[in-house]
């Protein structure tokens, strides 16, 4: 996996692990990779994975089964969706706007672009 610098990594992990959820990869219920596992395949501290953990049990999205692992919460895919929309429609939607002000790009042009953007 290739790190932002612009991003804490056990950041990086939480979106790779909320994206995995989202796309199917994990299902709810289901066990994921240990810290140690997913550690190895990231080549990242242990630690590092751990404060990912942490922060996706904090928010509901993964759950710790003593002994046996982490495990997808019920509903974790909704959960994330609606974070990520939140996040979006905060952060990245305000910027979105500004840049297309300031390059004058109508509104028109960018529906037009939204409903071809898969015939490309």
């Known amino acids: 996996m290739d790190f932002k ?5 056990y950041m990086q992990i939480v979106d790779r692990i909320c ?14 990779p240990s810290v140690r596992e997913y550690a190895a395949y990231l080549e990242v ?3 590092t ?5 942490d922060f996706l049990q904090n928010k509901d999205i993964i759950f710790n089964k003593r002994g046996i692992g982490y495990f997808v919460s ?4 909704d959960k994330i969706l609606i974070m990520r929309r939140e996040l ?3 952060e990245q939607l305000n910027d979105f706007f500004n840049e297309i002000d300031m390059l004058k790009i ?3 042009e960018i529906v037009e672009l939204y409903k071809n ?3 490309q």
């Open 49 to 53: 994975v751990v404060r990912s953990y």
């Open 19 to 32: 994206g995995e959820i989202i796309t199917g990869v994990f299902k709810e219920e289901e066990r994921i």
């Open 88 to 90: 979006f429609m905060k």
């Open 74 to 77: 019920q509903g974790a895919a």
């Open 106 to 108: 109508s509104i028109d």
């Open 45 to 47: 501290n242990a630690n």
């Open 117 to 119: 953007r898969n015939q």
């Open 5 to 9: 610098e612009s991003k804490p990594i």
